[in-house]
């Protein structure tokens, strides 16, 4: 199973040349602190969205215009008190009074933010966020020394402030959208190792996949030199069309890492051959000069692969990338008849940034605001690839030292344990593979298999008033048309027509040789937090391929990109049954005053609901399924091999006995209390204990997210008093050790989150030894 920390893991050495991306400001150069900054960018954000409602007004006043009568120009409420600079962190922050006076033009905070009166905590929160990035990217102008850099983020820095006067969200205007070139880097790559080692057994072959793996993940975090530093270095090179990608580079790839209000692309996925040229040479020497300069701190299982494999991979790729007839750039390039393309995701693992989902806009778009497209090549990061630190993290959050030596909680499958199973199961041969005509295999899976050799795309399109239309746009939403009058007759085809056209509605669509074949045309309300489905159908001639489920998880996907977790959809009869299959269920998440007077109602339909999360890679999730499956089985064969203990037969039925007790079997654990109603009355007793405890206080109920900022992102599994009572009372507890590891957690996260030095810290110490001593009295362990 493929490292998604790829060469960072196995080479200090390379690692260090562009692992780590460099903050904005930092002109082009590694930034050696960059993955903190972006850190305390976060925290910062997480603590001013718990702020109090009239402190959120107050920051959003600074960058609004005033509303009071008599067309005030002025452009941003100024307090007649402002802060020191910098800010003194011990300050006690007064309270916020709304009839303040601005500075600048003396009507009062109020007059500057009654447009938000009636605005969401969640459209609040979004702004407030943006506004941070301003305030970043003010920093980084001002600090920035190159003239093209400093240009840039000015650029970005207009762009989110004049998002947030509109209360929009930031669109950047461009000649071109993403991707730049076709095919790009990563596909470029994937090409070439299929070129040059298909033939090669699976071993070799995975060693091969593991370099390039680890080559795009530092382009994926290289800096480039900018405009200036590359023409001293390379006078005759064409200037022009290096600062055209090095712009889109700093505002797709660089900056939105540290401002996340902007969309961010990856730069082996948006960009293609002509920028892997300007960087090659140079990127090649300084990893290989760096490997060879910190070869004694590599590990031994990685010295070959560093020392020995890797020259001899960048010098056979670096022969494809500057000829000037090699087959791997072509778009029509053609996998060889010995195993078909590789798929992108199992060469390629997701570099851990925050929601690995990425979308472009797609270049035939008419209208940047209605119109993407969803790359077929797109990185999907896995929850079973293991990063440093064997568990998924965010490229923000990095491993210290003391969470490598956190305690695990009672019942946790050690992850030494887990990575030694990986390990066994990483060659793809190894994982059973699935028939597509077996009853296993996931609906979604031929669908999945065309759309990575690139017999189907999707593409997230609509109409448009305010530009010129596209001539192949307007001919798929034609053929969504079409497609969506047929597969539902009893649909007006005006009606149809109208809001397959209408401005306002988006089509996901599935595009196979050229021609639409099926679409789910929505409809979003992003500020009520949820997107009505409106029609989903795929022609009836590529119907049971697994597009519909495919349709679906792409469009999840989409909608988790643009932070909206919610579909409501109105079913007819014959529809229910794909809805379920999808996560839908008659059970409406969202609030009846959120949606009521928004989405058309149908009658004899059902309304049904589906609430994602964003955690999961919806497109790749059967996949991960079945490996976690095959890990899972794994674990409980090493289980058995250590426990199996063949027990003769039982002879005395033969002798005349009709019935023993079971606890005389042999073979047979009767370690846990029998009797239910026992086992309860038992627990409970215990838990009271614990409740009526003096040092009990903290964890009574659930901690609130307004008293703790940033707890639900440290703390995955919360846990607490309350809870285990609700759980004990619904006879949750079947064993006591579900019961122990309920509590074990509960001092656990207490110790992860705060400092030993605190009250918190103590009580959990305190209880924890208290409660061993009740479950050691009850006898429910050893004493």
Request: proline share 7%; charged share 25%.
């Amino acid at each position: 199973m493929a490292e998604s920390a790829g060469i960072q893991q196995g080479s200090p050495a390379i690692g260090a040349a562009g692992s780590v991306p460099a903050a904005p400001g930092a002109g082009g150069t590694e930034g050696s602190g960059a993955a903190g900054g972006s850190a305390r960018i976060a925290v910062k954000k997480a603590q001013l969205r718990s702020s109090p409602r009239p402190k959120k007004l107050e920051k959003l006043g600074v960058y609004s215009s005033c509303k009071a009568e008599g067309a005030c120009k002025c452009n941003g409420w100024k307090s007649q008190n402002p802060p020191p600079t910098p800010p003194r962190t011990d300050q006690q922050s007064n309270a916020v009074n709304l009839q303040e006076p601005c500075r600048s033009c003396s009507h009062t905070l109020g007059d500057h933010v009654t447009h938000l009166e009636n605005v969401s905590e969640e459209e609040m929160n979004r702004l407030l966020g943006i506004v941070l990035d301003v305030e970043y990217l003010y920093t980084c102008v001002h600090k920035e020394e190159d003239a093209d850099t400093k240009q840039v983020y000015f650029s970005l820095f207009k762009l989110l402030r004049k998002s947030i006067l509109q209360m929009g969200k930031p669109m950047l205007e461009a000649q071109e959208s993403p991707p730049f070139e076709k095919p790009s880097i990563e596909q470029g790559v994937n090409n070439f190792v299929q070129y040059k080692f298909s033939h090669l057994p699976s071993k070799e072959r995975q060693t091969i996949m593991e370099l390039a793996k680890m080559f795009l993940n530092q382009i994926n975090y290289w800096q480039l030199e900018t405009p200036s530093q590359r023409r001293q270095r390379v006078p005759n090179d064409d200037a022009a069309g290096y600062k055209a990608n090095y712009t889109r580079w700093l505002c797709y790839c660089n900056v939105p890492q540290f401002c996340d209000s902007l969309p961010r692309y990856e730069t082996t996925q948006i960009f293609g051959r002509t920028l892997l040229r300007s960087v090659f040479t140079v990127m090649r020497k300084q990893l290989l000069e760096q490997a060879r300069q910190e070869k004694d701190k590599l590990p031994p299982e990685k010295r070959t692969l560093i020392l020995t494999h890797f020259p001899k991979f960048l010098s056979m790729l670096e022969e494809e990338v500057y000829s000037h007839s090699s087959p791997i750039w072509s778009q029509d390039f053609l996998a060889g008849a010995s195993g078909g393309q590789i798929p992108i995701h199992t060469v390629i693992s997701a570099p851990p940034v925050a929601r690995p989902l990425y979308y472009s806009t797609s270049p035939v778009s008419v209208d940047p605001t209605s119109c993407g497209s969803v790359s077929p090549a797109r990185k999907t990061a896995s929850v079973l690839e293991p990063s440093p630190a064997g568990e998924k993290r965010k490229s923000s959050e990095p491993l210290t030292h003391e969470e490598k030596k956190r305690p695990r909680v009672v019942g946790d499958i050690p992850m030494d344990l887990i990575n030694e199973v990986m390990a066994t199961i990483t060659d793809p041969a190894a994982i059973p593979e699935t028939s597509l005509l077996s009853a296993h295999s996931a609906r979604d899976e031929a669908a999945r298999l065309e759309e990575r050799r690139g017999v189907i795309e999707f593409h997230v399109i609509g109409n448009s008033l305010n530009q010129k239309p596209n001539k192949r746009i307007l001919m798929w939403l034609v053929g969504l048309q079409n497609v969506f009058s047929h597969q539902l007759p009893r649909m007006p085809k005006e009606y149809i027509t109208r809001l397959v056209f209408d401005p306002k509605h988006k089509t996901l669509s599935l595009i196979k040789d050229g021609r639409v074949i099926g679409g789910i045309c929505f409809r979003m309300f992003p500020s009520q937090g949820f997107t009505e489905i409106v029609f989903c159908a795929v022609t009836s001639n590529e119907q049971v391929k697994g597009y519909g489920t495919h349709l679906m998880n792409h469009l999840k996907e989409y909608h988790i990109k643009h932070e909206i977790l919610n579909f409501l959809t109105y079913a007819d009869e014959y529809a229910i049954g794909y809805f379920k299959k999808q996560g839908f269920s008659k059970d409406i998440k969202v609030p009846k005053a959120k949606y009521v007077g928004y989405i058309k109602d149908y009658e004899g339909a059902t309304l049904m609901g589906c609430e994602l999360n964003p955690s999961i890679p919806y497109t790749e999730f059967s996949v991960i399924i079945k490996k976690q499956k095959e890990i899972i089985k794994k674990l409980i064969e090493r289980k058995q091999a250590q426990i199996r203990k063949v027990y003769p037969g039982l002879s005395c039925f033969k002798e005349g006995v009709r019935q023993i007790p079971i606890e005389s079997i042999p073979g047979i654990r009767t370690k846990e209390l029998k009797d239910p109603d026992q086992l309860y009355s038992t627990l409970k007793t215990i838990l009271q204990h614990v409740k009526s405890h003096q040092n009990a206080w903290p964890f009574m109920e659930p901690v609130k997210k307004t008293e703790a900022p940033g707890y639900y992102q440290v703390i995955r599994f919360p846990m607490d008093l309350k809870t285990m009572s609700e759980r004990l009372k619904s006879r949750y507890y079947t064993t006591r050790k579900l019961f122990m590891a309920d509590m074990q957690r509960i001092f656990t996260n207490c110790r992860e989150y705060n400092p030993p030095e605190s009250e918190y810290y103590k009580c959990a110490n305190l209880l924890e030894k208290f409660f061993y001593t009740k479950i050691k009295e009850a006898g429910l362990i050893e004493k």
